[in-house]
């Protein structure tokens, strides 16, 4: 998939190899050196519509994100007082939006206990 993928990308320049420069075939903006990174850079920034278009009738969809782990060293009590004050400090829109809710469930699951059960805590 990635070579097909450059593939595409190199469809949209021309190599001039005694300069040795990519020319981008739309607007014709040059770069030195031969390299997809850039070039695909270039065409999300200028020419995404085009891009995407290509993209979409070779079908070639984009790798997933990789996903990385985070790791946070503090102890339980520490990290009850941080969301603490973060549940009493920050909105309740905000608390109730998905990507909070994304982003505090991995928490929750860290210490081993529900969301709503820290929440009706912290009311009492």
Do not use: W
């Not at 021309?14 to 739309?26: A, L, Y």
């Not at 030195?32 to 278009?53: C, D, F, P, V």
């Not at 009493?88 to 109730?96: G, R, W, Y």
């Amino acid at each position: 998939m990635k070579i097909k993928n450059n593939f595409i990308v190199r469809n949209f320049f021309v190599f001039h190899p005694t300069k040795n420069e990519e020319e981008c075939k739309i607007c014709r903006n040059s770069f030195k050196g031969s390299y997809t990174t850039n070039m695909k850079r270039h065409l999300l920034q200028h020419h995404e519509a085009a891009y995407l278009s290509e993209m979409e009738k070779n079908k070639v969809n984009e790798p997933a994100e990789k996903k990385r782990k985070f790791e946070i060293t503090m102890s339980r009590r520490e990290m009850k007082e941080v969301l603490e004050k973060i549940v009493t400090n920050v909105p309740a829109e905000t608390l109730e939006s998905a990507p909070f809710k994304a982003l505090s469930e991995q928490i929750f699951a860290g210490l081993e206990m529900k969301p709503e059960d820290f929440l009706n805590a912290q009311e009492s």
